[in-house]
């Protein structure tokens, strides 16, 4: 099922190019690991949001994405989980080896990022969205488990464990975005089984054809980014007095 959003493409990737900049960050997790990140900010108060990558990837994935949530009035963080990209260090150098160590970290760098995102001053902290990108499915998931004020959720290419499908199915305040590409047959099945079991009228599933894995989508459906700030716009406003009586 394709979704045709209300507000024209065309202008959100237009205000994309005008707003907004980005700076790179640095912040630790509990126990001290350096993550590096990249801060988009809208430069003005907004909700936050935490864009975690796919494993066969680092957050440059999201870079357009970031810039044109941050024009959207969003203020967004993508991060290097340890083992990937420029959080490659010390004991955390290849995920290839080192995959249940790191993946077992991951809970905790989730943690320390949204902490990093609602310590700026510009974030709106009961205002929060998680996008997240096959392995980081799950962690966005369980990060809206965690933490109440994350009110809407994209699901690219992936699935839940079984205490996260219960929180989704139990969540009908929570909105959720899921994508995927038919031929990509697991990730494909394990997000039309999350939005089928979300309760909320507003979650929306968006299929498509030969169009790859995770953030990789966007570089053959770049509609994709489009319908993302949109959801958000939709589900997740800029302005907090604009909250919908549900996500409040």
């Not at 394709?2 to 205000?15: E, K, N, S």
């Not at 464990?161 to 929570?174: F, I, M, Q, R, T």
């Not at 047959?185 to 997000?191: G, L, V």
């Not at 999350?194 to 299929?207: H, K, P, R, V, Y």
Request: glycine letters at 10%; proline letters at 3%; charged letters at 20%.
């Amino acid at each position: 099922m394709r979704t045709f959003w209300a507000v024209p493409i065309a202008m959100v990737l237009f205000a994309s190019a005008l707003f907004g900049e980005k700076k790179d960050v640095t912040f630790n997790a509990a126990d001290g690991f350096a993550l590096k990140g990249t801060f988009y900010s809208a430069e003005k108060a907004g909700p936050g949001l935490l864009l975690l990558h796919q494993c066969n990837a680092d957050r440059q994935i999201y870079d357009h994405l970031g810039t044109m949530l941050s024009a959207a009035g969003y203020n967004a963080l993508s991060f290097d989980f340890r083992g990937f990209g420029s959080s490659k260090t010390g004991e955390y150098t290849d995920f290839a080896k080192q995959r249940d160590k790191i993946m077992g970290k991951m809970p905790d760098d989730v943690e320390a990022a949204l902490n990093f995102l609602t310590s700026q001053s510009l974030v709106n902290k009961t205002a929060l969205g998680v996008i997240g990108g096959s392995c980081g499915v799950n962690q966005a998931v369980q990060a809206g488990r965690r933490h109440p004020e994350v009110k809407a959720l994209v699901l690219l290419s992936g699935g839940a464990d079984a205490e996260g499908e219960a929180y989704v199915k139990n969540s009908p305040k929570l909105a959720i975005l899921g994508a995927a590409s038919e031929e990509d047959t697991q990730a494909a099945a394990a997000i039309k089984k999350l939005i089928a079991l979300s309760t909320n009228t507003d979650s929306q599933l968006e299929m498509f054809k030969d169009a790859g894995h995770a953030a990789s989508m966007f570089a053959k459906q770049p509609d994709l980014e489009a319908d993302i700030v949109i959801f958000f716009r939709s589900n997740l406003p800029i302005g907090g007095y604009g909250l919908r009586p549900n996500i409040k």
